[in-house]
Structure formats: structure tokens, C-alpha cells
């Protein structure tokens, strides 16, 4: 139920300001073809004429209000019209003309303002009988900029006009905290002394874009804490904004410590659809990359729905990732886990001194793998290779499979695979292939040995002393001279 004074608010429009808004109008329209538009100008005519209209329009209803609240009798009393009238017309009518004036301004408004009321009185049933009849008693074409709404159309506005400045909020919000984070950064890698940290803080949730942390800093050791959750952008076209192939990566920073049990989400599976195989137009981004950092540590990450693979590492010395938990689901395309390479397919450099130890495997497409001649597009041009892959460790990796080659060893034939070492690995068959299914264990000129394993790997060829400046070889021996 309205409250009174909302009634009384709604009574003054209809009695008072609208009358007076219409009498604008129609004042401006009558000095649009009055003859003294020609002499004054239109514009000038039109709008005295619209003012005074208006004026002598407010100053009735207004008396007419006064006489009504004095008199406390009802709205329709065309009493009070009369009064009105006679009292607006007699004030006007001495200022513009003295005395006789007077008296004849009171007489016209007496009658012209009572017959005006009067008749809105008799039509008003007739116009609401007429709205309620025929519905869409007023309606413009669809191409009319103005649209009056019924109730319904009226609440779709809003609840179209509500989601569009909820998309311009949360749009704020995610450029606010990525400059939050950008000078964040900047703060902690200018520091030259102390223990320069960048905290995530615990029990919140970040959404952030695409974003670089760029060394060098100045610290010997910088840390990153991730206490609190990160999500990535649901749709592919926020990466695209950007150029990005990377959601989440530190380039060129010595000494850091990326550290921390809070979840990070690549939420790809908008990426999975939009990309199920790799092209060069559809390149998927990867969760989070290094870059060049030397003497790096990652420990306690807990990734989930990456977009591609969940961490890749790139041209960096002494790098320790421990504690991991990088999770997909089955049918997520190419979610790899880590991805190691000093250089794109084709290219030169070393990857070497690389441990996996204590892994927990739970149907994984692709448990261990060294693949020379990986191609992350749906084609690739056939390139030699010669990054040089040498000592790397597998030991106590245990889960379950869900591909038949568990195990597989694809190194260069130019330059092969040197020193791999597989001790107490375990991989059974996932239960989503065929019961009693035999894994196995493939090798393509891989040196090294294996104990302890299952499936066992008997596809090692023997290590070899190599020479890398004239790519001899003489087996039976372990090791290599760099000459």
C-alpha cells in the first residue's frame, strides 16, 4: 500500500507539474506559428511563449491546490477551479494591465480553468476504460528510438541494463587488481635488501588476466606466497586482448621462490572446446611458465583445468619443483603436467641433471615421456633436433595408466637421449581400459638403464661415453667429455 506521502507526491504531478509541462508545450507550439515569429524570431516567440504558458499554467493549479487544501474538500470540486480562477486572473491580470485587466482575466480564467478541469473530469473514465480494453492502447513502431514498455518489457530492460553494468563492474575490478599485482611486483623486485615477498593472501579469490612477472629483480632471493586462489579468465577472447600464450609467467628472475597451498585455476575448459587441437591460429595458453630463471624453487602449487599444459619451463639452471598437485580432467586435450625445453622444436640447447621423484600418478595419459619429436599443432614441418638430453632420473613414480605405452622414450637419432635412469616405478592400468591390459615401455635411441619397474623397460640401449664435439661413441662406458 502507498504511504500518504507518496499519494500526495503523485497528486502534485498529476495537478500541478504535468498541467504545467503541457501548457509549455503547447505554448512553444503556438509560437511556432504566431506572426510575431517573423519580426522577433522564431526561437525567441516560441520560447516566451512556452515560458508564460507555463507560468500562468502553475500559478492556477497551484492557487487551485490552495483553495482545496483550505476549503479540505475532494480534488473534483470544480468549486475550488472557480476560485482559482477568478483570484490567478485578477493577480495577472492587475500587473499587466492595472484595474480593468484585472477584471477581465479573472472572468476568463474562472471560466477557461473550470471548463478545463471539468472536462478532464468526464474524460478520464473514458481514456482508463479505453487503456484497459484494447492493452497497447499507445504503441510507437519497433524503429522508433522511444518505446513505451509494458511491466514485463520494462523488467527485461532492466535486467539487460543490470547485466551490462555488472560486465563494466567485474571489467573494472579485473584491470584494478591486475595493477594491484603489477605494483605489487614492481615493489617487491626493487627491493634490494630483507625478504622480499609478494603475498596472495588467504581466504580470497583473485580473478586475474594474463600477467608477467619480468625480472631481474635486485634481491638475491624473491618469494612469491600463494596462500589464497587465482582463476583465469573464462573466455578465450580476454587472452586474445593481450597476445597471450602464457596465462601466468616469471621471466629472468634469479633466486625465486614460488611457494604455497593455494589453488590455482586455469578454468580451460572454454579453451578445450574452442581448441581441441593445436594450430597456429588456436593456441591454448599455458598455466604457468618460467622463463630463464636460475636457481628457482616451486613448491607446494596446487593447479587445476589448465588451459594447455599446467607449467612449462624454459632455459632455466638449478629449477626444484616439489609438492605438486596438477590436476585435469580425462577428457582435457594436451593438459600436460610439466613440460621441460630449452628451445622450441628444431632448435638448440640442453636440457640435463633432471629428477622426478615421488610422483603419484592417477590416470595419466602420458606418465613418462621424453618426445624429441613432439608436434603441438595438428602438423609439423620435419626439423632435426639438436637439444642435447642427458642425465634424468625417474625414481618412485607409482598411479595408474590410462595409455597401453606407459613408458616412452623418443630421443633424437642424431643425438639420442644420454644417462635416463627408471628405478622403483610402479604404473598399472587404469580401470578405464580393458581388464588384464598389458602396459609396455617403448624406446627410440634412449641410453640408460632401469630397475624396479613396471612395466619393464628393456628398450634402453646401453649409456655411452659421448663426445659432443664429433658425436662418437663408444658404449659400455657411462658418462660424458665435453671437449
Known amino acids: 500500500m502507498d504511504s500518504p506521502n507518496e499519494n500526495g507526491i503523485q497528486l502534485w504531478k498529476e495537478r500541478l507539474i504535468y498541467p504545467s509541462l503541457i501548457a509549455g508545450l503547447v505554448g512553444g507550439s ?10 522577433l524570431g522564431t526561437a525567441y516567440v516560441s520560447a516566451n511563449y512556452a515560458t508564460n504558458f507555463a507560468i500562468v499554467a502553475a500559478s492556477y493549479c497551484g492557487a487551485r491546490e490552495f483553495v482545496r487544501n483550505s476549503r479540505r474538500t475532494d480534488p473534483d470540486d470544480l468549486l475550488n477551479s472557480a476560485i482559482a480562477g477568478f483570484g490567478t486572473g485578477a493577480i495577472l491580470g492587475r500587473i499587466q494591465g492595472g484595474q480593468p485587466a484585472a477584471v477581465r482575466y479573472s472572468v476568463i480564467f474562472a471560466v477557461v480553468g473550470t471548463t478545463v478541469d471539468y472536462a478532464t473530469l468526464r474524460l478520464k473514465p473514458i481514456i482508463r476504460s479505453y487503456r484497459e480494453k484494447s492493452g497497447d492502447w499507445f504503441k510507437l513502431p519497433e524503429w522508433s528510438p522511444i518505446q513505451v514498455l509494458d511491466e514485463e518489457a520494462l523488467k527485461e530492460k532492466q535486467a539487460r541494463e543490470k547485466k551490462l553494468y555488472e560486465r563494466q563492474n567485474k571489467r573494472k575490478s579485473e584491470r584494478r587488481k591486475k595493477k594491484a599485482f603489477a605494483k605489487a611486483w614492481e615493489t617487491v623486485c626493487q627491493a634490494a635488501s630483507g625478504n622480499p615477498t609478494l603475498v596472495i593472501p588467504a581466504g ?27 582463476v583465469a579468465p573464462t573466455t578465450v577472447g580476454a587472452f586474445d586482448v593481450f597476445k597471450r600464450e602464457n596465462w601466468i609467467i616469471f621471466s629472468n628472475i634469479n633466486g625465486l621462490r614460488v611457494q604455497g597451498s593455494g589453488q590455482i585455476d586455469g578454468q580451460g575448459s572454454s579453451w578445450w572446446t574452442a581448441c581441441p587441437i593445436l594450430t597456429p591460429k588456436c593456441r591454448r595458453p599455458t598455466t604457468m611458465s618460467f622463463h630463464g630463471c636460475n636457481n628457482l624453487v616451486v613448491d607446494g602449487l596446487n593447479t587445476i583445468n589448465s588451459q594447455r599444459n599446467h ?30 625445453s630449452s628451445s622450441t622444436n628444431g632448435g638448440s640447447g640442453y636440457a640435463k641433471n633432471i629428477r622426478f621423484n615421488n610422483i603419484t600418478l592417477i590416470d595419466s595419459d602420458h606418465p613418462i615421456i621424453i618426445d624429441q619429436y613432439y608436434c603441438p599443432h595438428s602438423t609439423c614441418a620435419p626439423q632435426p633436433t639438436d637439444v642435447r638430453i642427458s642425465d634424468v632420473d625417474y625414481d618412485g613414480v607409482f598411479g595408474t595408466s590410462t595409455r597401453v605405452s606407459t613408458i616412452d622414450l623418443q630421443c633424437s637419432k642424431s643425438l639420442g637421449c644420454h644417462n635416463i635412469n627408471l628405478n622403483n616405478i610402479n604404473i598399472t592400468a587404469s580401470t578405464k581400459l580393458k581388464e588384464k591390459t598389458k602396459l609396455i615401455a617403448n624406446c627410440t635411441n634412449a641410453h640408460g ?35
Do not use: W
Not at 503556438?30 to 519580426?39: A, D, I, N
Open 30 to 39: 503556438y509560437g511556432l506559428v504566431s506572426k510575431h515569429r517573423k519580426v
Open 204 to 230: 580470497k579469490i583473485f580473478l586475474l588476466n594474463p600477467i608477467s612477472f619480468d625480472g631481474p629483480c635486485k634481491a638475491s632471493t624473491v618469494k612469491v606466497q600463494i596462500i589464497g586462489n587465482i
Open 311 to 340: 607449467i612449462s619451463i624454459g632455459n632455466c639452471n638449478k629449477a626444484i619443483f616439489s609438492n605438486l598437485h596438477l590436476t585435469a580432467p580425462q577428457t582435457s586435450p594436451n593438459t600436460d603436467g610439466i613440460d621441460i
Open 449 to 483: 638403464k632401469s630397475s624396479h619397474t613396471s612395466p619393464a623397460v628393456t628398450c634402453l640401449l646401453p649409456n655411452a661415453f659421448y663426445n659432443i664435439m664429433d658425436n662418437s661413441k663408444r658404449f659400455g662406458q657411462i658418462g660424458y667429455e665435453l671437449m
